[in-house]
């Protein structure tokens, strides 16, 4: 029988992160008078334990013993050999894939979403706010306060909320409240649906609500948790790839290409970052970040410095971005719909050692179709971008008769998204080209911000 599956035992599971600030040099955030936040500033948002590791520039970090505990439930995650689909395209490349899939909300979130509840509690916290795109990153934190007794609310992004019924009621079925965004319960909210009461939504603008509803209370007992973008999320998500190099070890393997798709880019950090770290310290290797050419905040966005939420209440980061009152279209791909990028993530696009890709709905959808047809798994919409990346790779790799080894982040399945196929299926999915004239616009509202510096860390 052929090999499909490398496994890790219980005993394998990396026990520290890797934190990619040990590394590289970055911009720092800047407070409302364009001077270095600090973390005394950041304390009514998140709990001092965060915000420590927020700014810890320490290469390898801990993870905590009752962290692991609950991870375990389905880490260490599965490195599956993608035999069927190379078959398919008769490839010479060896196609890997790290499925995020097994874990208990269906990604690779509550990688995340559980230290990030651990480190709540620890410190007094008993409620957290946060948003939610496609509905992935609500119910991972979801999922973690049940496991840790907190109480937890989610902004769910309107048209998302509309189209993915069930992932309100998995919120729900573990304990947490969800409302659409833009909503009445706040102030941005508020403003918002009063000047256009139509909005689909957008993750910038249920990020101003999460962050106004945990700085508003109180009590001093709520505090505001987010999903991707910061540097903390990519840290907890480098599990991922600590991972993925054990089980290549294994079999003797090293990629030459990693690729991951990336929304507000954690789980493309998750995967690629201890890759990044070999490739700083001379290994080669192509690393792909894949984004919707419907918002190509890394392919098109500037480097500039702009607040991660459409009301501007978070500080400005220095990141690619389309301007914070950037509202995407409403495609399908909802965890993928944000303006910005994660700064980690854009520093080392200027530093050239990632290379962005964006591709259409189109070819994204025809790839997840393949995949599911070939390896079985219905992937979600946001990872077929990254199946689209690799679909390329392996027909160039074929025609050049290389035997590339392509290594991806097959972040999420897509059980609750069906909604999306059944709009493919129907001939209803169109690719959206992104205007120009975008580009001019989120130029304009970036120009008042100060500029980041264009570092380079060697
Ligand atoms: C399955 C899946 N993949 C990818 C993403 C994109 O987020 P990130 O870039 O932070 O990994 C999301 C976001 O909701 C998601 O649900």
């Given amino acids: 029988m052929e090999r499909k599956k490398v496994l890790l035992s219980e005993d394998e599971i990396p026990r520290q992160w890797y934190n990619v600030l040990a590394d590289i040099k970055m911009n720092p ?14 304390a009514p948002v998140f709990p001092m334990n965060i915000i420590e590791q927020e700014v810890s520039s320490q290469r390898w970090i801990d993870i905590p013993e009752e962290v692991l505990g609950i991870l375990t439930i389905w880490r260490p995650s599965p490195l599956i050999r993608a035999t069927a689909l190379e078959k398919a ?27 990030q509840a651990y480190y709540n509690k620890k410190f007094g916290i008993q409620r957290l706010t946060t948003e939610t795109g496609a509905g992935q990153w609500g119910s991972a934190l979801a999922f973690a306060c049940s496991q840790f007794g907190l109480e937890c609310k989610v902004f769910m992004v309107r048209i998302s909320f509309d189209q993915k019924p069930y992932r309100k009621t998995m919120m729900q079925t573990w304990g947490a409240s969800c409302v659409a965004s833009p909503s009445m319960e706040t102030k941005a909210g508020r403003d918002i649906l009063a ?10 603008i249920a990020i101003s609500e999460a962050v106004e509803a945990a700085v508003s209370d109180s009590s001093g007992k709520t505090r505001y948790s987010l999903g991707s973008v910061l540097n903390h999320v990519m840290l907890h998500q480098t599990i991922i790839g600590l ?11 090293y990629p030459d290409v990693v690729v991951g798709c990336a929304g507000g880019g954690s789980n493309f950090a998750g995967l690629a970052f201890p890759f990044v770290y070999d490739k700083i310290n001379g290994k080669k290797i192509d690393i792909h970040p894949v984004e919707p050419a419907a918002c190509p905040t890394l392919t098109k966005g500037p480097f500039a410095y702009d607040h991660g939420d459409t009301a501007g209440y978070t500080p400005l980061l220095a990141m690619h971005s389309l301007g914070h009152t950037f509202v995407p279209p409403p495609m399908h791909a909802g965890g ?6 994660a700064p980690t993530v854009s520093q080392l696009v200027v530093e050239g050692l990632l290379e962005p890709k964006a591709y259409g709905q189109m070819d994204t959808f025809e790839a997840g179709m393949l995949l599911a047809r070939t390896e079985g798994v219905i992937p979600a919409p946001e990872t077929n971008h990254a199946l689209a990346c690799v679909v390329d790779l392996a027909r160039k790799a074929k025609e050049e008769g290389k035997q590339k080894v392509i290594l991806f ?14 709009k493919y299926l129907s001939g209803q999915i169109k690719d959206f080209e992104f205007p120009a004239k975008d580009i001019e616009e989120a130029e304009k509202i970036l120009q008042k911000y100060p500029k980041p510096q264009i570092m380079k860390s060697r």
């Fill in 29 to 42: 955030p800047l407070g409302p008078d364009g001077k270095p936040v600090s973390p005394d500033m950041l």
């Fill in 89 to 115: 395209l008769g490839t010479p490349a060896r196609i890997y894939y790290k499925y995020e899939g097994v874990s208990p909300p269906g990604s690779h979130k509550p990688n995340t979403a559980v230290p």
């Fill in 195 to 204: 000047k256009t009461p139509d909005t689909p939504g957008s993750l910038g």
């Fill in 243 to 253: 991972e993925a190099k054990k089980q290549l070890e294994k079999i003797g393997e």
């Fill in 336 to 341: 993928l719909r944000y303006h910005g990028m």
């Fill in 409 to 422: 982040n097959w972040s999420g399945h897509g059980l609750i998204d069906l909604g999306s196929y059944e």
